[in-house]
């Protein structure tokens, strides 16, 4: 087991590793104990009870945080012509086509955190798959990155828009704000974020959806939230 820093350490003796707090109280608790010198990111964890390998049982989608994600992401926008121009004004960080795939494929160029393109410059993007899935930079429809409405979709990133998905084991994981928030900002975020998930609850799910839930710090250890407290607009 890697060893420890004395940061991770001394957060953890506040932490009771065996309970399941409330969610404020955990959110307290992380930022209480975020003792970095810098703003450390406050990301959430969250096991759910689907199989992520059968396509009607995927938990994906994204949702602007209440108050932000506490950092700009860089966008880059594949667009040509008048969307080109609209992606521009909306204050992309990268608007191009085939010369930026290039720049990706030929230089190993990734000073970006999201990827948007219009439908009809995904063939372009399409070529960039094995390098933009592993990732998780590839656009897709249903997280609104594949889109004409190409100056709302930047809009909406610029303004704390955040992707949620599965990984291989069945977790999202989805930051939700910095320490520099307070405990009733981060509430605000962490909510919607629950809320989002449990309205993406697949049909065809059985038995218990949320299984757990773990906030942490980018130093800290995690701290476990009680998953049935979260249940309760579940049907």
Known sequence: MAKRGKTYNKALENIDKLKLYEAEEAMKLAV??????????????????????????????????????????????????????????????????DELADKIQKENWFDFDVVIATPDMMGTVGKLGKVLGPKGLMPNPKSGTVTMDVAKAVEDIKAGKVEYRLDKNNIVHTLIGKKSFGKDKLMENFSALMDAIIKAKPQSSKGKYIKSITVATTMGPGIKINPQLQQSEEK
Do not use: C, M, S, W
Request: no cysteine; charged share 30%; net charge neutral.
């Open 32 to 97: 209480d104990t975020a003792r970095a010198k810098f703003d450390e990111t406050i990301e959430v964890h969250v096991r759910l009870g689907v199989d992520g390998r059968h396509a009607d049982q995927q938990v994906r989608g994204a949702l602007v945080l209440p108050n932000g994600t506490g950092k700009t992401a860089r966008v880059l926008v594949f667009a040509k012509g008048a969307k080109e121009a609209e992606a521009k004004e909306a204050n992309a960080d990268y608007v191009g086509g």
